[in-house]
């Protein structure tokens, strides 16, 4: 039986506005993740907080970022399985579309902060770089007593370039090198040989920093170390300036004249014996190992060349001359 030609047409226009409605879904549908960030400058910023839901997200992209199609977002998403987003900081580039955006804060992609520790620096100067770097970039993080605690003194960690996203990630990897800095120390001290005086792994990053001070050459590290172990073998004070100019002014930089070198301080090695009571500065690998490894060599004092080398002496008479030659001649 044939349709009347007024119910054929009907069918056809039902046929027709089905197919367009699916059309219109469908594009709605690729539309609305498939949208670009409409960014008016540049880089923009988006954080995102522990605790926030994948549909809270979606609506406040809508209001500071100005997407649109939040419902046909939110459907897309609910259909082919809503993600968890993860909490941190995300820089978004122009050009950015929302489905490249979301998949980052399900893969969490944050943006890390770059923090660097230089060996030879002091920890008070560290936690002021890392004070800086929060400000400068407006996170959301307070130095508060358990980070403090990382910069309580010298050498709680090793100088190295920490990257972090919140407070929690920087506890982490703060905690994380100084773990790493007790494994490292406590595999070298069973490397010691039995005539390095040194009696613990402390004692060793102690002198480790006194040898990053005095070393500018990593080459002349070892021939350092055997100086100073020698020293303590024989009981003669460690006179090093570094320890000086740290025990007057808790850094460097500053002129080592005599007022320094005889001020009575527990880090003066000129007027105490032996080692300091803890580290000067951030020491190396390298240093720490020189500290450790060596063992007490033929030389007692040294004189830097203003080269960054030094000339090494077995008695005082050549050091005299070397210092004659090297400091006073200048």
């Given amino acids: 039986m044939q349709l009347s030609g007024s119910k054929a047409i009907a ?6 506005s089905v197919v367009i409605g699916v059309l219109l879904f469908a594009a709605k549908f690729s539309y609305s993740v498939n949208q670009e960030i409409p960014l008016s400058e540049g880089n923009t910023t988006f954080v995102i907080k522990k605790g926030d839901t994948f549909n809270s997200v979606i609506e406040r992209i809508s209001r500071e970022l100005g997407t649109s199609d939040v419902f046909w977002t939110k459907l897309v998403y609910k259909i082919h399985g809503t993600p968890i987003v993860k909490a941190g900081r995300y820089n978004i580039y122009p050009e950015t579309r929302l489905n490249q955006l979301i998949k980052r804060f399900s893969d969490g992609d ?30 959301d ?10 910069f309580s003194k010298e050498a709680m960690i090793f100088p190295d370039t920490y990257f972090f996203s919140d407070s929690d990630d920087l506890k982490r990897v703060l905690q994380t090198s100084k773990e790493s800095l007790h494994e490292y120390l406590q ?13 613990t792994p402390e004692e060793a990053l ?14 002349e590290q070892q021939t350092i170390a055997s100086v100073f172990l020698f020293r303590l073998v024989k ?22 004249g005599r007022k320094v070198l005889v001020d009575q301080n527990e880090f003066n090695t000129y007027k105490i014996d032996g080692l300091p009571p803890s580290p000067i500065c951030y020491p190396s690998k390298s240093a720490i190992e020189a500290a450790i490894k060596s063992v007490p ?8 060349k203003g080269d960054g080398s030094h000339v090494f002496s077995k008695n005082y008479e050549d050091h005299n001359k070397a210092v004659k030659k090297y400091i006073y001649s200048k």
């Avoid at 595999?187 to 009696?199: E, F, G, M, T, Y």
């Fill in 11 to 16: 069918k056809k226009t039902l046929i027709v």
């Fill in 110 to 139: 944050i943006e890390r902060f770059r923090f660097t520790i230089i060996e030879g620096t002091i920890a008070s100067r560290a936690e002021f770089k890392l004070k800086d770097i929060i400000e400068l970039n407006n996170l």
């Fill in 141 to 150: 993080i307070s130095i508060d007593e358990e980070i403090k605690a990382f």
């Fill in 187 to 199: 595999d070298l001290w069973q490397q010691k040989p039995n005539s390095n005086p040194l009696k």
């Fill in 206 to 219: 102690v002198l480790a920093s006194m040898i990053e001070r005095e070393a500018m050459l990593t080459s």
């Fill in 235 to 256: 009981g003669m004070r460690l006179q090093s300036d570094p320890t000086s100019s740290y025990g007057y002014y808790q850094d460097y930089g500053e002129k080592i």
């Fill in 297 to 304: 060599g033929e030389y007692l004092f040294f004189v830097a």
